[in-house]
Each structure stands twice: as C-alpha cells, then as structure tokens.
C-alpha cells in the first residue's frame, strides 16, 4: 500500500511542468492561506445567512460544530505525529517542487484535515454548500500533493480523521448540550445570533 | 513576520466585511447593510472579497514557511479571529450611524439578528439590553433553561 501511494505520488508530481498556467493555479490554491481563509469565510457567512430564525440557529450549530471539529482534529493529528514521524515525499525523492519545504511530519497533513472538518460539519446542515466545500477540500489536498508536499494516503487519511472526528462532534452534541445553545442565546442578547 | 501578519490581517478585514454585506444582503438583514439596496451591497460586498484576495496574493509571494516570515496555524487562527472581529465591529459601528432612521417593532426576546430585517443593530441591541434589565430575574432561567 505504501509502494502504491509512493507510486501515485510520483505519477501526480511528474505532471509539474507539463502545464505552466496549471502550475501557476497550483501555487495559489496550495497555500496555507487561500482554501483555509475562504472556508473559514464561508463559516463568517453561514452565521448571518439564514432566512428565518430556525434555519439560523441550525446553521450557527453547524459553525460552531465546525470549529469544534477543527480543533479537534488539528488535536488528532498532533497527537499521531508525535508518536509517528513520516518523511515528507522531497526527503525521499527527487521531486518538482512547487512550495516551501515543511519540516513537521507527512503523515497525517494538518491542514488537509482542518478545510474536511469544516467542510464535513457545514456539510450536516446544508447539503449543497457542504458538497462544494468538499469539493474544495479536495482540490486543496490535490494541490498538496501536486506542489510535492504530501503523499496521497497522508491527505486521505486526514479527510478521515476529520469526517470521523466531525461525525463523533454532531453525536456528542447532545452530551454538552445546552453549551452550545446557551452561547447562541447569550449572543441573540447582544443581537449578534 | 509582523508585515506578514499586519497583511494578513488586513486582507481578513477587507474579505470578511465583503462577506459580511452578502450575507446579511442574503439573509435580509437590512440594519447591517451600508447600502439600502440589497443586490448593490451584495455586489459590493463580492468586490471586497475579491479585491481582498487579490491584493494578499498578488503583492507578495505568500508561500513562506512561518520560521521565515510566514504565519504558523495558531497565529493565523488568531489573526484572523482579530481581523473578523474588527470587520464585524466596524460593521456595526458604520451600519448604525446609516441605518439610524430605521425603526421598526423592538426585538421580541430571543430574536437576537433577526430584528435587524426591521432595525439598526444599536437600535435592537439598547432595546433588547432595557427589556433584559427590567426582566432579568424572571426571564434568564426560562429563557436559558427553558
């Protein structure tokens, strides 16, 4: 399984250079600012976006799940790098390089994990702009093992952490419940919920 | 890093006011906008958006890592909850000053943003403050615990 991600690793890498406006593209999406700054963006929106009073507090939920699962998961793969340390792939190969060199460890990628946390908990209470943050997760961990910064097991085992730690958030809710509720209604005082 | 980090922070201020306008514009809150037509503050707001993207990643070379200038995960966290939180401020500091005619029925408890689709957010928030001076001790268990 490891030669098979080295192997497609090395297949996606070897595009860099074929396509110089893709290239290009490329740099802008992977860097640590652009996806994880819009998604968080999109959470600054959803806060205020809801018609009604119900959709409202359903979608501020969803923010504050988001966050949750972000920190959460940004936890999970802290802790999985501490005690697992995988090379980063221009360590072990020859490879085009199309960002700075990272030096924490490869395996999971943190910020893969945090953009699928949110995407994952805008995902449970709004279907459709939930399936276009995945879809920009993916490009984001795409773009990660394009510009040659991580492997693709290291991207998809983030967006599992992250869609098990999300999914364990929206169960568990229940258990810090009325925490959440309370926080919204102390805003709605201030008329900022 | 502190340029960095003074840029950063800037392009959160300019994205997230223009995020703001598109979703108050979205989600009817008219006491938010800076503008009374709702479909010109939602194109406004989509400029500034843009306009904040561009400017970050075209007047610098952004993919710095954070020992050399960049911005580690929990400053960038930090920036931009700083930068958020001063758009939001100025937000409804600015859209009080303009919306200062806007008077429509006080919030009814617990209607929290919602009021602003009829009010000013300064209007809403002193008569929600008076209702929850004058009512605190009867209504802060059922309305938390309710």
């Known amino acids: ?193 | 890093m502190f340029t960095f980090a003074i840029d950063y922070f800037l392009f959160v201020f300019i994205a997230c006011f223009g995020v703001i306008q598109i979703a108050a514009s979205l989600g009817g809150l008219k006491g938010l906008l800076l503008l009374k037509n709702p479909l010109i503050a939602r194109a406004i707001g989509l400029i500034m958006a843009i306009l904040g993207f561009v400017w970050f990643f075209t007047s610098e070379d952004r993919n710095i890592n954070d020992y050399e200038g960049g911005l580690d995960a929990n400053v960038q966290a930090l920036f931009f909850f700083f930068g958020g939180l001063t758009a939001l401020t100025v937000t409804l500091v600015t859209s009080s000053m303009l919306n200062m005619r806007m008077n429509g029925a006080p919030p009814a408890p617990g209607e929290g943003l919602g009021a602003l689709s009829r009010t000013s957010y300064i209007r809403g928030l002193i008569q929600n403050l008076r209702y929850w001076r004058r009512e605190w001790r009867t209504q802060i268990k059922p309305y938390f615990f309710g």
């Open chain 1, 1 to 193: 399984m490891a030669n098979a991600d080295k192997a497609l690793f090395l297949w996606i890498n070897g595009l860099v250079g074929s396509f110089k406006l893709f290239d290009r593209a490329i740099e802008w999406v992977v860097s640590d600012y652009m996806v994880p700054a819009s998604m968080t963006l999109v959470l600054v929106g959803l806060w205020f976006v809801g018609k009604d009073g119900f959709t409202r507090h359903k979608y501020q939920i969803g923010v504050l799940t988001a966050l949750s699962s972000m920190a959460l998961s940004s936890g999970a793969v802290f802790i999985i790098n501490a005690v697992y340390f995988r090379p980063r792939p221009f360590d072990n190969h020859e490879i085009s390089m199309l960002f700075y060199q990272p030096t924490d460890s490869s395996f999971p990628s943190n910020s893969a994990a945090a953009t699928f946390a949110i995407a994952a908990a805008v995902w449970g209470v709004n279907r459709r702009i939930g399936s276009i943050l995945f879809a920009t997760a993916t490009v984001y961990g795409f773009a990660r093992i394009y510009a040659g910064v991580h492997y693709p097991m290291d991207i998809g085992a983030s967006a599992l952490i992250a869609v098990i730690v999300t999914s364990l958030v929206y169960k568990g809710r229940h258990l810090i419940e009325p925490l959440p509720t309370i926080v919204i209604k102390a805003a709605r005082i201030l008329c900022l919920a």
